[in-house]
């Protein structure tokens, strides 16, 4: 489920942040669906279990997982607020990325169909589940 | 927890160790770095209660170490060359770390003789070294320690086994929260292995941290600008621990928040901006060239 490149420069617990809420944003882990335990995925993945409660922490500090006592970590819901967040950061990235589709020439129709494109794989990752 | 304060070592006239504090909590993965010399295995068997320091406290889960077999009783040293008596197996190693150690598990040792799949009648001397080395580890985490420390222990693995190790030992600060301290010039290892580690040189401690907050406190930058002045004031706004130039494009070794750097660059809209996390290797160079420990650059 998860695939590390430990020959990045990333740190391993940013990598994994990012696959979490890869997962998480394509529906693949779905709302209170529960995660991996530190202890299997470190034991998985041969990655130090520090590291890996690092990202969960972070990850429930981000509002995207919650943890309950004794029993591990669950995928929070979307909240709307959290989603504002996002969506503010990702404008920034995308405005940084049409700026360089607009220099090699992308037309809009070409942007939309990408849309559309991701739209689709979306709604497939929910049917999969 | 592993708590050293202000510890200094002499042997003779020279100091080996200089007054170093340090803590490691419970359920650590510890790495030591350092050059040569620097007093990192002076350091462990300090620590380990082999050494006794000549001023300054070690203290495992609050108990000081040296001359007290019940602090020791959780604590297993591994030293850099295995140590096994003459003539003996492994069998017959079992048989005396069963008899000094309390902990000692004999379902441990079961589930382990299988992983590490090792004669465990044959004369340890016939075995290779990283086959000693294996039987070492095997003893070692049978013993079911408090505290694992390490003395370079890579060497002489293969990577099917260090990987083996790696994930034990995972299992082990994952479980029941093992606290390891590693001293390896193994970079690599070292980055995928510990959450905290601890540069030496000569005697001092340079440099000591969570490994992810090290390597988020220092980057590398790229950046061919659109002016060769522009980079005149860079030098004034950011901490640049290191610079050269290869053709148009400047590298910076630059200390600090990253976005901080980022913005700082950006003003200038370079042609080619790249901002890179440091790897451990580099940081270490980087920290030694610091404290005046380079290499020189020699054509023979």
Known sequence: ???????????????????????????????????PSVRSLSSQLTVNPNTIQKAYRE??????????????????PVRQEQNENQKAQLRGELLRLMAEAVY?????????????????????????? | MIELRKVTKFFQEEKAVDDISLTVHKGTIYGLLGSNGAGKTTLLKTLAGIYRPESG????????????????????????????????????????????????SEKRFEELSIVFKLDQGRKLSRFSKGMQRQAAILLGLSCMPDVLIM??????????????????????VAGR?????????????????????????????????????????????????????????????????HREQRGSVHLFIVKGDRERIAAAFQVYEPYVFDLLPLTLEEIFIYEMGDAGYDAQPILL
């Not at chain 1, 981000?62 to 995928?75: A, H, R, T």
């Not at chain 2, 003395?151 to 030992?169: A, S, W």
């Open chain 1, 1 to 35: 489920m998860f695939e590390l490149d430990v020959r990045s420069r990333k740190p391993i617990y940013e990598q994994l942040m990012g696959k979490v809420k890869e997962l998480i944003l394509h529906g693949i882990l779905q709302a209170d669906e529960q995660l």
């Open chain 2, 177 to 241: 929260e093992l606290t390891v301290i590693i001293s390896s010039h193994n970079l690599r290892e070292i980055e995928d292995l510990c959450d905290h580690v601890g540069i030496m040189h000569g005697g001092k401690m340079l440099i000591e941290k969570d490994l992810d907050d090290l390597k988020a406190d220092t980057h590398k930058v790229q950046v061919a600008f659109r002016k060769e002045s522009h980079e005149i004031p860079l030098a004034a706004k950011l901490q640049v621990l």
């Open chain 2, 57 to 104: 406290t070690v203290k495992v889960a609050g108990q000081a170490v040296f001359e007290h077999p019940e602090t020791k009783r959780k604590i297993v040293f591994m030293p850099d060359t295995p140590y096994f008596f003459p003539q003996s197996s492994i069998r017959h190693m079992a048989d005396f770390y069963r008899s000094i150690y309390p902990g000692w």
């Open chain 2, 151 to 172: 003395d370079e222990p890579i060497d002489g693995l293969d990577p099917v086994m260090r990987r083996q190790i790696k994930n034990l030992l995972f299992q082990e």
């Open chain 1, 104 to 129: 090699l020439g992308f037309t809009v129709a070409e942007v939309s169909a990408l849309y559309h494109e991701a739209e689709e794989q979306r709604e497939k990752g929910m049917g999969n589940d």
């Open chain 1, 59 to 76: 990850l429930e500090r981000d509002g995207y997982i919650y943890s309950l006592q004794g029993k591990g970590s669950f995928v929070a």
